[in-house]
């Protein structure tokens, strides 16, 4: 089942979606000076939901400085990265993954990731850490899909090669998960496209 067929993608933009307990999954916060209305709002609807971890993979925007503002005891982490498709830097799962880990570690901490629109790299990186933190390769992926219909989780086989590198996976094991996650993606399909088109609309109207 395509969820893109039930579902308003621009309803879920910036929805706060909870992958598994105390890892959440969104889009990113309004900018402040162009929605400052829109950033107050979606910042406390965080801090109602009790997160305490911020993990921002966006490179093209940092909301460091105007969060520190509002909400000086979330802990703001950011790991920009491109969002051109293709393959994720290991070095970048590294740090996105030690950050949301080492977050987690603390039974009371609550830790959103999330990029522009919380479609693929956002996904990807809470994928990474589940991967890390003990979930299957479908596993993973479903409840991340469960959490988040829009997510197309496009470099979730960067995310496999880099846990595969990182955990010392033979050649033969690490090219079957890879074509785990290739046939997770083909029988779960998502109109990409469609789902940014429908949020740059919601975007459009905001501006």
Sequence with gaps: MNPTNEFNPGSWWRRLCEVTDRLFVCGDLPRLHVDPEGFHRVLA???DAGITHIVDVRGEANDTVDVAQVAPHIKYVWLGTHDEGGDQD???FDDGVAAVTGALADPDARVVVH?????NRAPSMAYAALLR???GIEEG?????DARPIARILYA???VRWFADRAGW???FRGDAEARVWSWHRDNQVDLGWIISRIRDV????A
């Design 157 to 159: 086989d960067s995310a």
């Design 45 to 47: 609807e965080w801090v």
């Design 133 to 135: 933190l003990g979930h």
């Design 90 to 92: 290991f070095s970048w």
């Design 141 to 145: 992926l479903d409840a991340i899909r």
């Design 203 to 206: 975007e459009l109207e905001a």
């Design 170 to 172: 033979d050649e033969a």
């Design 115 to 119: 990029c522009h629109m919380g479609v």
